[in-house]
């Protein structure tokens, strides 16, 4: 039996369903093995007393420390996060935090690797409690965890050291790979790629779910969460020269009141929509209501939006980030563009004007599924812990 512990501060919850769902739906494929058995920590920063009464936080704290969440076991631990000190404590606070949560469960989960899915502060503090316990440690990049905290002053060098003493090193793409070996992590690292469920991601009746969210016409969705590096904004101004062309953008965040006031002010109220955040059981049905999904993101790993929308067989718009050419090998599926409004509104307008067959974008997620993720990822820890102890 190989037991994981699954250390993912980015991982959904009662307040915050999408949260991280990617992680959710990797961890569930991983522990559908019956070899394999699996404990999620999923750790929660709130402020000291009394800021973590603040409403902002109410809703988190609300939240059991222990639960069973579709299935899995999942443990929510608190530690500290000191507001305005830029993340440079977050990491020891959180092993600080982990350590006698660990050890109560080491009796009944003799876990014999800690997993940590997202690189900061999951990462430094595997590394400490990894030694602290003998156990390997293995981390995963997704994106911003490099492009953000990998080179944030206080902050960068904790990601650095991380890396370099992991017993083992995961990416999301070939393009993350080579961002982790220019910041100085060594180059043993192997690429894990996302999943998606093509048995409810795929082409469907497109006007009858174009209905659904009463559009009729030539739609454009952008899914993503509602942050300055979505580039929601870009999307905006491109469909704003697009005449008849509705878009829709799902998610949820701070930028929700300044992208409202954009669309007051271009006088597209009629036309754009910002619905929210989206339940992922109707994330299928958005796509599939969509001609196109544009999404303007300034930095991503491999976004698991753009592989959700060519199963649905919504041809995508996106920037030359990330993992973008290993998913859109070339144009039948797809545009990369630069990252303005201008390219943009060219590249949604020759996709409405010539739809690329259905078949053809499709196949281009063939390749992404969640069984392909969980095979991989068992091989891999088990190929870890085999190392550890032989070392």
């Not at 469960?105 to 690797?113: K, T």
């Not at 690429?191 to 969210?213: C, E, I, M, W």
């Not at 067959?357 to 392909?372: G, H, K, N």
């Amino acid at each position: 039996m190989l037991r994981v512990l699954t250390l993912s501060s980015l991982f959904p919850d009662a307040s915050r369903p999408n949260f991280g769902i990617f992680v959710e739906q990797q961890t569930r494929g991983l522990a559908a093995f019956p070899d394999v058995e699996v404990c999620v920590v999923a750790p929660l920063g709130l402020p000291p007393w009394p800021l973590s009464k603040h409403p902002r936080y109410r809703s988190l704290d609300a939240l059991p420390e222990h639960e069973r969440w579709r299935g899995l076991d999942v443990r929510r631990p608190r530690f500290v996060n000191l507001p305005g000190t830029g993340g440079r404590f977050h990491a020891p606070l959180l092993a600080h935090a982990l350590v006698p949560l660990l050890e109560r469960m080491r009796g009944a989960f003799p876990f014999d690797l800690i997993d940590a899915e997202f690189f900061f502060p999951d990462g430094p503090a595997a590394v400490s409690l990894g030694r602290r316990f003998g156990v390997p440690v293995s981390i995963k990049a997704r994106g911003g965890d490099i492009n953000r905290w990998g080179h944030k002053p206080g902050v960068g060098a904790q990601v650095i050291a991380a890396g370099n003493a992991a017993d083992g090193l995961l990416a999301v793409s070939e393009s993350m790979r080579r961002e982790m070996i220019a910041l100085g992590l060594p180059d043993h690292i192997e690429v894990s790629s996302t999943g998606v469920d093509q048995s409810r991601f795929a082409p469907r009746d497109r006007d009858a779910a174009k209905a659904r969210f009463g559009v009729a016409g030539p739609l454009v969705v952008s899914l993503g969460a509602l942050i300055p590096i979505k580039g929601h904004d870009i999307t905006i101004d491109a469909v704003a020269g697009l005449s008849g062309v509705s878009l829709l953008i799902a998610g949820l965040g701070p930028e929700h009141a300044r992208l409202e006031a954009q669309v007051a002010r271009l006088g597209l109220g009629d036309r754009v929509r910002l619905l929210g955040p989206v339940p992922h059981a109707e994330v299928p049905e958005l796509l599939g209501a969509a001609d196109v999904m544009a999404l303007a993101s300034s930095s991503e790993g491999l976004a698991n939006a753009w592989v959700e929308s060519l199963a649905s067989g919504t041809p995508i718009v996106i920037p030359d980030v990330g993992g973008a050419r290993e998913v859109l090998i070339d144009e039948s599926a797809g545009r990369i563009v630069e990252r303005t409004p201008e390219a943009f509104r060219i590249a949604i307008a020759a996709l409405l004007a010539d739809p690329p067959p259905s078949d053809r974008i499709t196949q281009a997620a063939r390749r992404f599924t969640w069984e392909a993720n969980a095979h991989h990822l068992r091989g891999y820890f088990q190929r870890l812990v085999e190392r550890y102890r032989t070392r």
